[in-house]
């Protein structure tokens, strides 16, 4: 088992993914940012039934990291209540592994 994780969430915009992808690698709260295009969300919103064109983002971070992400990722996401989603990596490619070690930093003050 590794400390790496992978964390979901979903954009309504392709400018917002962007955005917010850019920023957690700016921030060195990701490494990696996947910007997945036409994901169709359908889910239960305030008692109404909804169905969304949505953008899938595949944050490749660490388990330390999860909080910062988490404050992050709230603070410059447009909706009211993020998905943010965090998967364990198990394990994977020592090489990819090493090169996540070397991208990820805890922000200074977090």
Same mark, same amino acid.
């Given at each position: ?54 953008? #899938?983002? *595949? !944050?490749?971070? @660490?388990?330390?990291? %999860? /909080?910062? &992400?988490?404050? $992050? +990722? ?12 965090? #998967?364990? *990596? !198990?394990?994977? @490619?020592?090489?990819? %592994? /090493?090169? &996540?070690?070397? $991208? +990820? ?6």
């Amino acid at each position: 088992m590794t400390d790496k994780i992978v964390v979901l969430s979903t954009c309504e915009t392709p400018e917002d993914a962007r955005r917010i992808a850019r920023h957690l690698v700016e921030q060195r709260l990701a490494a990696c940012v996947n910007v997945i295009p036409q994901a169709t969300s359908i889910y239960r919103w305030k008692g109404e039934i909804q169905e969304a064109p949505e953008l #899938l983002l *595949i !944050i490749k971070s @660490s388990r330390p990291l %999860l /909080a910062a &992400l988490q404050r $992050e +990722l709230a603070r410059v996401h447009p909706y009211e209540i993020p998905e943010i989603i965090s #998967l364990p *990596i !198990i394990d994977g @490619s020592h090489q990819y %592994l /090493a090169w &996540l070690d070397s $991208e +990820l930093r805890l922000p200074p003050g977090a």
